[in-house]
């Protein structure tokens, strides 16, 4: 026992060790963030699945059937023989597209999870040019104008109110539901009703909307223009393309984007729509995303990263205090010591759901300084070095929520503090004389 006071290097093993070991307790707050935040992402999916998903609008887009020639294949050596017609569709996009849209957006909670849910008017607005022969495959034997529609893809339709208004060629048209397109498979269509490819094929759509989270347009325009108002002061601009014009505000948001084909990677016309064409034409979609600011899991997670350089800043503090205090303390009072600070992050995460991140660190930050300042001034029978304990961790915690607040800098700011502290530590230790460890001779901090 005697040598396990004085000897410096055993006494270093046992901190490492107990270091170490406070690895695993660690991996399992870690694993109890990612279950709440697993449980919190099902509730508000199962909320909003109920209300409306995120929504993603594409279209619209004129579709019109066509028959090739039959064609002929060798089946044997100078055999042949006619198959069926072969029969497709093409996909004709507006030459112009301007979409202007209105949301409300509010929270709902279920239990102590929130979501950010939305409602509004879409109005969009365009033109098709009128479909020539040079628009299908060169084959092309039939024209089936009498099958042609127009269709609008809404990916989540649950969110699609009951009026919806769709004039096609000055003429109101009801919209019927499905999108009737293999390749989109939600939303709305009508029949076009025309014998030929002549014709007026403007129109203008207003649609009832809801949805949850997020809200995307595809710009399938030759030239698109798309508005955007909302009164959440917390938006993010997501998608292929910024926002060219934007105002965020306390009382919401404004932005507007304009772009042209040439920023995408599809054409005006398909003449045979597939599954790379599909991704092509979602993948170049933008909007925005409505954020719940300050996410307590995230912060929670990202907190922990710390959590064993600030163990080893607190051993280390009363290695110190042993060392310039004469008072060896027992490695089961360091466990203590650890304890406590593994339960700030329980204590974190549990109150943070009830009373958001910020509320919840202030109190469990001071509630185990507190403690640790108490215990140490018990433990090393002076109140001056308790107090000494808890200013210090009060000051770690503190520094803790800057590095959580200013995420950019977290590295530089870091790496400042363990420099400075490791210059601290070095300077404090420049006198002390190793080999006298554990010996009741006076020491100070001088």
């Not at 929670?300 to 004469?326: C, D, N, V």
Request: charged share 20%; with cysteine.
């Amino acid at each position: 026992m005697s040598k396990l006071k004085t000897s410096i290097g055993i006494r270093v093993l046992i901190l490492g060790s107990m270091l170490v070991g406070f690895v695993v307790p660690l991996f399992m707050l870690g694993a109890l963030v990612s279950e709440r935040q697993d449980r919190s992402r099902d509730a508000v999916q199962e909320m909003n699945s109920k209300w409306g998903g995120t929504q993603t609008i594409a279209g619209p887009f004129l579709v019109i059937p066509y028959k090739l020639e039959k064609s002929k294949k060798n089946v044997k050596e100078q055999d042949e023989e006619e198959v069926e017609n072969e029969s497709g569709e093409i996909y004709i996009l507006p030459e112009t597209l301007t979409v202007d849209s209105d949301l409300k957006a509010e929270k709902r909670k279920r239990s102590i999870y929130e979501s950010v849910l939305f409602s509004g008017d879409f109005k969009m607005e365009g033109g098709f040019k009128s479909p020539t022969l040079a628009d299908f495959p060169a084959k092309t034997k039939n024209i089936l104008w009498s099958q042609a529609r127009v269709i609008l893809s809404v990916s989540d339709p649950k969110g699609i109110g009951k009026d919806v208004k769709f004039n096609l060629a000055g003429r109101d048209t009801s919209l019927q539901p499905g999108s009737s397109s293999y390749f989109f498979p939600s939303g709305l269509h009508t029949k076009l009703n025309a014998k030929d490819g002549s014709g007026n094929f403007s129109f203008s759509i207003e649609i009832p909307l809801k949805g949850s989270d997020s809200i995307y347009v595809v710009p399938v325009g030759k030239t698109s223009s798309i508005k955007m108002r909302s009164d959440w002061k917390d938006p993010s601009f997501e998608g292929s393309i910024l926002p060219n014009e934007r105002s965020v505000t306390e009382k919401g948001f404004q932005a507007a984007w304009e772009s042209t084909y040439f920023a995408r990677n599809y054409p005006q016309v398909i003449q045979d729509m597939n599954g790379s064409y599909m991704d092509s034409i979602i993948n170049s979609a933008y909007g925005v995303r409505l954020i719940i600011p300050a996410d307590h899991y995230l912060k929670s997670e990202r907190s922990l990263k710390y959590a064993i350089l600030f163990l080893t800043a607190s051993f280390t503090l009363f290695f110190l205090l042993e060392i310039f205090g004469g008072k060896i303390l027992h490695p089961l009072q360091y466990l203590m010591i650890g304890a406590a600070m593994l339960v700030f992050y329980v204590l974190n995460l549990s109150l943070s759901e009830h009373i958001g991140f910020n509320s919840a660190y202030i109190c469990a930050s001071i509630s185990v300084s507190a403690l640790i300042s108490y215990y140490a001034g018990s433990v090393l029978k002076d109140k001056k070095r308790g107090y000494l304990a808890g200013g210090y961790f009060t000051a770690l915690y503190t520094f803790l929520y800057v590095i959580l607040a200013s995420e950019e800098n977290a590295l530089l700011l870091g790496s400042l503090a363990i420099f400075f502290v490791l210059a601290g530590l070095m300077h404090l230790t420049r006198n002390v004389d190793w080999y006298s460890f554990g010996t009741k001779e006076d020491r100070s901090l001088t």
